[in-house]
């Protein structure tokens, strides 16, 4: 079964540095999302897109965090400068379409640690 | 976006059901209900969802109460596998709101 593909798996940086993560979801999946998780919370998400265009980016924290889809394809998500309370994981999910219920796939996540 | 209210933790018994409860009294007529769980370590994972009708698949069974103000997952036999934290989750059918919002979940213990 097609998977959502994370990288990398664990980062550790120091605060003030820059990090990035990058998803490839499922082949096919217009709707890309990207959530953090706090350790002990449910994921909150950051941002949606919708082939390459941002549908909703109302909690991403825009001073520091971005992100981008170029081609509608993989997506990088990028935070500059790093915070001590940026540790936490960072989800990749898809599904083929906007709403409709098409269930969300999710990655492994990438597991953020900043010192 | 309308709230659901889970307990915070359950445990059960190898090979014996599970009933997984979730409140949502503030459901509206267009909210689906959708349950995920996420096992240690992993991503969260889709388990199913329903509007208004009781809805089985090859994980899990969802009870939707007639008001549908509360609902119920069922696993009919629970493994270790299953031990996860269960998510119930609101969700508008279609259109850019019809994004998940996660809240805390039920952590459900599987003992042995």
């Known amino acids: 079964e097609a998977e959502v593909a994370q990288s990398p798996r664990y980062k550790i940086t120091e605060k003030s540095q820059a990090v990035a993560f990058w998803c490839d979801p499922i082949?096919?999946?217009?709707?890309l999302y990207w959530y953090r998780q706090i350790l002990g919370q449910g994921p909150e998400l950051l941002v949606q897109?919708?082939?390459?265009?941002?549908?909703?980016d109302s909690q991403l924290p825009k001073d520091r965090f971005s992100a981008e889809r170029l081609k509608g394809v993989d997506s990088t998500l990028k935070i500059q400068p790093a915070e001590l309370g940026d540790s936490a994981m960072y989800l990749c999910?898809?599904?083929?379409?906007?709403?409709?219920?098409?269930?969300?796939?999710f990655g492994n996540g990438t597991r953020l640690t900043v010192t | 976006d309308a709230k659901t209210t889970q307990p915070n933790s359950m445990e059960s018994n190898e090979e014996e059901p599970v009933h997984l409860p979730c409140n949502h009294s503030?459901?509206?007529?267009?909210?689906?209900i959708h349950w995920y769980r996420q096992l240690p370590s992993q991503g969260p994972e889709y388990v199913i969802h329903g509007l208004t009708s009781n809805v089985n698949n090859r994980m899990a069974s969802l009870a939707i109460a007639e008001d549908r103000k509360s609902s119920t997952l069922i696993l009919h036999r629970a493994t270790l596998r299953d031990a996860a934290v269960y998510y119930c989750i609101l969700r508008l059918h279609t259109g850019a709101n019809s994004k998940l919002t996660f809240g805390k979940g039920i952590t459900l213990s599987v003992r042995p």
């Open positions: 999910a898809s599904s083929p379409q906007q709403g409709n219920n098409s269930p969300l796939h």
């Open positions: 503030t459901i509206s007529g267009t909210d689906y």
């Open positions: 082949s096919g999946h217009a709707t």
């Open positions: 897109f919708q082939d390459e265009s941002v549908v909703d």
